[in-house]
């Protein structure tokens, strides 16, 4: 049975983005197709197909945001971060030499190039390059204060956000026996 880690909520800054991202831009464009079709110069029914259109495009961008999960099955660790998914066994992690970092404090830690990501203010999600640029990143962090940093045996890290990161560690040194 896996086991869910408790994670830290989204940032304050990355909800008012989403929120306004999510309700903001279909309200502009539905106020600028209403304009076009109080003038005569867009057809109702392609006005309502556009503002639909735009609707759910800016949802199904936004909404895949708030997938969050770590989980541990007692031989593997998947982690779900917005679009992206990684998993591996243990085996794989480099578990001698993780350690928490706050990353406010840790710059050579901190996500600098996003690769494959999404990065907002309270929301870092997915696949970066350190500021030692060749050495990768997988991220899900919502908290920089409390990361806990798992080298891969690829050469990259797992920057990865807990509510009790210290806690999570113990728990996978001891699985690994």
Not at 36 to 62: F, H, M, N, R, W
Not at 142 to 150: E, F, I, K, Q, Y
Not at 161 to 175: G, K
Request: glycine share 6%; proline share 6%; net charge positive.
């Amino acid at each position: 049975m896996d086991r869910n880690f408790a994670l830290p909520p989204i940032g304050k800054a990355a909800i008012v983005i989403m929120i306004l991202l999510g309700a903001g831009l279909p309200l502009l464009v539905a106020a600028g197709v209403v304009t076009k079709v109080l003038a005569g110069a867009l057809d109702p029914l392609v006005a309502l197909a556009t503002t639909a259109l735009v609707s759910v495009a800016v949802l199904a961008a936004i909404l895949p945001m708030w997938r969050r999960q770590v989980a541990f099955d007692g031989r593997r660790l998947q982690v779900t971060a917005a679009w992206y998914r990684r998993e591996a066994p243990l085996a794989q992690l480099r578990l001698d030499e993780a350690r928490i970092v706050d990353l406010r404090e840790r710059s050579e830690l901190r996500p600098f190039i996003k690769t494959n990501a999404v990065a907002l203010p309270g929301l870092l999600a997915g696949h970066f390059r350190l500021r030692e640029w060749r050495r990768k990143a997988f991220c899900l962090v919502t908290d920089p204060a409390r990361v806990l940093a798992l080298p891969h045996a690829d050469g990259g890290v797992w920057l990865l956000s807990f509510e009790h990161p210290q806690a999570v560690l113990d728990i996978l040194r001891r699985a690994a026996g």
